[in-house]
């Protein structure tokens, strides 16, 4: 038997994932109590846990330096890379969405609208897919401050809670699609670990039903 590799996603989606795998049965004490660790290891699996970012999960899962990963469809629908997209785990939950100042109208005028995003591609596949010709200024963080700072008319980006837009006095304008977190696999792993990665994904699908 060889030891499974899982890449989780630091932050928002930490705590659904360590939720997820206690509920089929895999001990996750270390990365519960993680100090500055970056590996962990499992009491009562043969399996090992690293905790990255959303966008370095898609590279280590491509590369095949971890069997699986644990990832928002956000940043799967932002990056396109190779790997098998096997369980939606209906935690995570979210929606990608168009939001702006309220007095703002994107479909009036002839000025060519700005929308920022952290996702350049979510946004400008949106846009062309209803024919609008939009400028896309990508931004790392923070995108709520765009429109407030009229660097753009508009941002695209996730909404959970709903918080930060009202409290930073935007609204909703469009709800682009539904988000929620979801477990891929290295394309080689699928076929050398069938059995350990087959079990997994049959008690995720199962607790998930
Ligand atoms: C995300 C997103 C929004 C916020 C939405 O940012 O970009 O800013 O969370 O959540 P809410 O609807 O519950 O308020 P994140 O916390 O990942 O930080 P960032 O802006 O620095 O990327």
């Given at each position: 038997?060889?030891?499974?590799?899982?890449?989780?996603?630091?932050?928002?989606?930490?705590?659904?994932?360590?939720?997820?795998?206690?509920?089929?049965?895999?001990?996750?004490?270390?990365?519960?109590?993680?100090?500055?660790?970056?590996?962990?290891?499992?009491?009562?699996?043969?399996?090992?846990?690293?905790?990255?970012?959303?966008?370095?999960?898609?590279?280590?899962?491509?590369?095949?330096?971890?069997?699986?990963?644990?990832?928002?469809?956000?940043?799967?629908?932002?990056?396109?890379?190779?790997?098998?997209?096997?369980?939606?785990?209906?935690?995570?939950?979210?929606?990608?969405?168009?939001?702006?100042?309220?007095?703002?109208?994107?479909?009036?005028?002839?000025?060519?609208?700005?929308i920022?995003t952290?996702?350049?591609?979510v946004a400008s596949?949106?846009?062309?897919?209803?024919?609008?010709?939009?400028?896309i200024?990508?931004?790392?963080?923070?995108?709520?401050?765009?429109?407030?700072?009229?660097?753009?008319?508009?941002?695209v980006?996730?909404?959970?809670?709903?918080?930060?837009?009202?409290?930073?006095?935007?609204?909703?304008?469009?709800?682009?699609?539904?988000?929620?977190?979801?477990?891929?696999?290295?394309?080689?792993?699928?076929?050398?670990?069938?059995?350990?990665?087959?079990?997994?994904?049959?008690?995720?699908?199962?607790?998930?039903?």
């Open positions: 038997m060889s030891t499974i590799k899982i890449a989780l996603t630091k932050g928002r989606l930490e705590k659904f994932a360590i939720a997820i795998f206690e509920n089929i049965g895999i001990d996750c004490t270390e990365l519960k109590d993680k100090g500055r660790k970056l590996i962990f290891h499992s009491n009562n699996s043969d399996i090992d846990f690293v905790l990255v970012k959303a966008t370095d999960v898609l590279t280590y899962v491509e590369h095949g330096a971890v069997d699986i990963g644990i990832v928002g469809k956000d940043t799967l629908m932002e990056y396109n890379k190779d790997f098998y997209e096997v369980v939606d785990l209906k935690v995570g939950k979210c929606k990608f969405a168009v939001a702006s100042l309220p007095e703002t109208n994107l479909y009036e005028g002839y000025n060519r609208k700005k920022a952290k996702y350049p591609h596949t949106y846009f062309r897919e209803r024919g609008i010709d939009v400028e200024i990508k931004i790392e963080g923070s995108v709520e401050l765009a429109p407030i700072l009229h660097l753009a008319d508009a941002i980006d996730i909404v959970e809670t709903g918080d930060t837009l009202r409290e930073n006095g935007l609204v909703v304008k469009e709800e682009i699609c539904d988000i929620s977190a979801r477990m891929i696999v290295n394309i080689a792993s699928m076929k050398m670990k069938q059995k350990e990665i087959g079990e997994i994904i049959k008690k995720l699908t199962l607790v998930n039903a």
